[in-house]
């Protein structure tokens, strides 16, 4: 062919070319951006430190203010001549508009901008530009990619045959309006249908460039790729097209590109264009629209560099100019624009209630498993790794006490410690175990406790899928390590939930289409490597945890989860509310805890339900949990019953116990086991010495002694009725059960020691913050204010001044003219009669000096007391802090 197309493909590369063009890279050349930001930021804080509370009159000032002038909402400026910024595009917009802005886009709320000027800056920064653009869906983000290959500005009949291309798309052109509204919305774009622009730092972003392809797939424009060719080669290029020759190069690149956008005169250009030239530019028209040539190019290649159709990007480059690949796309800038969102393909339809019964069952076993965790930890967990978490071997012990996979122990265990339910507690030698918030969680009905774990996982950054896989430095990554917070997991939760509710009740979505559409919502999020991975599989574990949890009934949406999602996001208190709320729903659905159990002859016993807690924790210290489920059964062994006496219960209770609390006769094997088990319980004592064994029986110590699995703890006779031992008491004891013995503990004294679980818990722990992936949403009380401090600081830094004498103003420029004591005592008062409004230069207590517009009402006592449009409020200044004041041409309000 002659020429091979570098890079990838249009198809491989649409995803990862988003990513890179908003991926933040080296400030711009441009040195008016790269000054702005700085420059804007100390501005902003000192004129904050300004501003601040020590400006308030000191003690002495008489109480009595006037009241503020009532709020005021600026509405719309009427129609009038077009913006030539974007600060004078925002201070067009009204209250409203501005708010969604500071919604849509909170980081410009940090701090809160002095004036329109300075929020047009911020919002222009890179940072903050490419998190704005990576919240655009496809289309508006494919829009926003237009507009950075369409002229500067450009008119909206422009656009839409950017993206429409010359043969119309009905679907495009309808979502185009909203688009274009979202992008102006959040200060994206500016200005008026008919000259549309991007801010400047998303055109650069957005823009092709050798380094950062456009996902367009489009290139240079003929002025920019003819711009390092002489003057001769272009007028080479001119005739060979059969245009006439030009005066100068700006002409003659003009002529190219005039011929290059006429369909007409194109279309005849490329009628004589050999096959094989035109299946070269079939192979570059969708991008990339680079190509390698040799140094003698094929006949193909040359005619087409010759014409112009080709133009070198270098020694061995050649590109395709922007103006010949939307002719041969038929003037569409993206191959297939996306203007509507995917939809969500239902897999499976149930009725509701078989949804949320099958989720009542998994609520139901969310909290038990979790306490079933905590309660093997009750003693002392296992140790902390030097680096934070927990040890594979340990994580490998807790799947197996729980009888599932080292996934799923990993996911109980982030949620226990996510709920603020187990912790670490920091001792020297540190370990893990149950905080003394979970005492109190234990306390709480079942719906109640299975809603704290529920709004955890919603809200929770911490993501258990990441274990076991490795960090950035190849690294593993542990179970309640440091490094598994995810900031985009509550997002992505909130965003598939929210997707599942969408759908019909008791309707599961398809997999496949959930994640087309969540990609559509969020292309730069899941644009590339690690990204997409990332994204998609928060979305495909937040489908399986929430089946886990029970928010989910088979793949479906339950009563109860569209209770706990409510209106997403939320504050923590709204979260809190919503969860009461699912648990109010969810409690009609779990079963009333029963107070009975069937006892079996195969010294078994079921449960029928849920058993109440007092029951249930009697029930785990005599009997062995064989099975759960429906059901759960419990097992009686020796050992069991060994434990029971060995916590202060004796024969006598048990018996009563089981006695009182089965619904069929105890039976006889049951009852033997029991008695036998307390008969030979506590015949052995051991204590410290080492630790020894004492026995009122001679014949039953020469069986240990002579035992051979006894040599192990090193037992010799010290009488006829005592043994010592080298190894410590709970070591014997353990060792002297395994030799099918049932010894007792006893203390110096001499009597039995009664053994219960220990309940070692952590010092008071909080539970820990979700790390947040940006700044806050704020809400509409802070939005308000927001609003209104931006107003009066534009107010302030745009009011029209009178102008002052140079000799008395003592600066040059725009500076505030400094006055002397009796002429800004006497300015004022007279503003004080009039009830007009000056300007003052004012210094604070810490030196911060500020510019502000306030209306005198009242000069006394060294003091003047006014309305501050600076800060929307009434404030009182000292006046020997006033360094100088000039009338306003005009009352600002």
């Known amino acids: 062919m002659g020429t091979t197309p570098t890079g990838t493909t249009q198809s491989d590369q649409s995803d990862s070319a988003q990513s890179g063009s908003a991926r933040p890279g080296p400030a711009p050349a441009d040195p008016e951006q790269a000054d702005a930001t700085p420059a804007d930021a100390e501005q902003a804080d000192t004129a904050q430190a300004a501003t601040a509370p020590t400006d308030a009159a000191p003690t002495g000032v008489p109480a009595s203010t006037p009241a503020p002038p009532p709020a005021r909402t600026h509405a719309p400026a009427p129609a009038s001549a077009p913006p030539r910024t974007l600060a004078e595009a925002l201070r067009a917009r009204d209250d409203a508009s501005l708010a969604a802005l500071l919604r849509a886009r909170p980081d410009l709320l940090g701090p809160v901008p ?56 009905a679907a495009v052109e309808r979502a185009l309006p909203g688009a274009v509204a979202t992008l102006r919305e959040q200060a994206v774009l500016w200005g008026d249908d008919e000259r549309l622009r991007l801010v400047r730092t998303a055109r650069e972003l957005l823009t092709p460039s050798p380094q950062h392809p456009s996902p367009t797939g489009l290139g240079p424009t003929v002025a920019e790729a003819t711009s390092g ?25 003009a002529a190219l590109t005039g011929l290059f956008t006429d369909r007409r005169r194109m279309a005849g250009l490329l009628d004589t264009a050999p096959a094989e030239a035109l299946a070269v530019l079939d192979r570059l028209v969708w991008g990339p629209p680079y190509g390698e040539v040799s140094a003698s190019p094929a006949p193909p290649v040359r005619w087409l560099r010759d014409r112009g159709l080709l133009l070198p990007a270098s020694a061995r480059t050649v590109v395709l100019p922007r103006e010949v690949a939307l002719h041969l796309r038929g003037g569409r800038a993206h191959r297939h624009p996306e203007p509507d969102a995917p939809l969500v393909a239902a897999r499976t339809e149930y009725r509701p209630q078989v949804v949320d019964n099958a989720a009542a069952a998994q609520a139901l076993g969310a909290p038990a498993t979790v306490e079933d965790l905590l309660k093997s930890w009750n003693g002392g967990g296992p140790p902390v790794l030097r680096a934070g978490g927990l040890s594979v071997r340990d994580l490998k012990r807790t799947a197996a006490a729980l009888d599932t996979t080292e996934q799923l122990a990993a996911f109980w265990l982030e949620l226990s410690y996510g709920a603020g339910l187990l912790a670490s507690d920091g001792e020297a030698d540190e370990r893990y175990c149950p905080t003394p918030t979970y005492d109190e969680w234990l306390e709480g009905p079942p719906a109640t406790r299975w809603a704290l774990l529920a709004t955890t996982w919603l809200a929770g950054t911490r993501t258990s899928g990441l274990v076991g896989g490795q960090d950035a430095k190849g690294r593993t990554l542990s179970a309640l390590g440091p490094e598994l917070d995810r900031s985009a997991a509550p997002e992505v939760r909130r965003r598939v939930l929210a997707l599942l509710a969408a759908l019909p009740d008791g309707t599961s979505p398809d997999p496949e289409s959930l994640l087309a559409r969540l990609r559509w919502e969020r292309p730069l999020r899941g644009a590339s490597g690690s990204a997409v991975d990332l994204r998609a599989r928060l979305a495909l574990w937040t489908l399986n945890e929430a089946e886990l949890l029970g928010v989910t009934g088979r793949g479906a949406l339950t009563t109860h989860g569209r209770a706990l999602i409510g209106e997403l996001p939320g504050s923590p208190a709204e979260l809190a509310l919503r969860g009461a709320l699912a648990a109010q729903r969810l409690a009609p659905l779990l079963p009333e805890p ?61 018996h009563a116990f089981l006695a009182r609390h089965s619904r069929t006769p105890v039976p006889q094997p049951l009852t033997y086991l029991i008695d036998d088990v307390a008969r030979r319980h506590g015949h052995l004592r051991v204590g410290a010495a080492s630790s020894y064994v004492r026995c009122d029986d001679e014949t039953v110590l020469g069986e240990i002694v002579a035992d051979k699995r006894s040599a192990a703890l090193g037992v010799r006779r010290l009488a006829p009725t005592v043994l010592a031992a080298r190894v410590d008491p709970a070591e014997l004891l353990d060792g002297l059960r395994q030799m099918g013995y049932a010894p007792a503990a006893e203390s110096a004294d001499g009597d039995v020691l009664i053994t219960r679980a220990g309940a070692y818990r952590t010092p008071p722990r909080t539970a820990p913050v979700p790390v947040p992936e940006g700044p806050p949403v704020p809400d509409a009380t802070l939005l308000a204010a927001a609003v209104r401090a931006i107003r009066a600081g534009d107010t302030a830094a745009t009011v029209a001044r009178k102008e002052q004498p140079s000799a008395a103003s003592g600066g040059t420029g725009g500076d505030l003219p400094r006055t002397s004591a009796a002429e800004t005592l006497a300015t004022v008062q007279a503003a004080a009669m009039t009830g007009s409004a000056v300007w003052i230069g004012y210094v604070n207590a810490d030196g911060a000096a500020s510019q502000r517009v306030i209306a005198p009402v009242r000069v006394e006592g060294g003091f003047v007391t006014g309305y501050d449009h600076t800060a929307d409020e009434v404030r009182t200044y000292p006046l020997h802090r006033i360094t100088g004041v000039a009338e306003l041409a005009e009352d600002p309000a």
């Open 114 to 169: 002095n004036d329109l000027t300075q929020l047009a800056t911020r919002a222009g920064t890179r940072a903050s530009v490419v998190r704005a653009l990576e919240h655009l869906d496809r289309f508006a983000l494919q829009v926003a990619e237009a507009l950075a290959v369409a002229p500067d500005p450009a008119p909206y009949d422009v656009l839409r045959a950017l993206l429409a291309g010359d043969d119309g798309d």
């Open 229 to 253: 060719m002489s003057p001769g080669r272009i007028q080479e290029v001119i005739a060979a097209t059969g245009l006439p020759s030009t005066h100068d190069a700006v002409s003659a690149v």
């Open 594 to 654: 029963v107070d009975h159990v069937l006892l079996q002859a195969d010294l078994t016993a079921v449960a029928p339900g849920p058993l109440l807690r007092p029951l249930a924790e009697t029930l785990s210290v005599l009997a062995d949990v064989e099975s759960k489920g429906g059901a759960t059964v419990y097992r009686f062994t020796p050992g069991s019953v060994r434990r029971a006496l060995d916590a202060g219960r004796a024969a006598s209770d048990l």
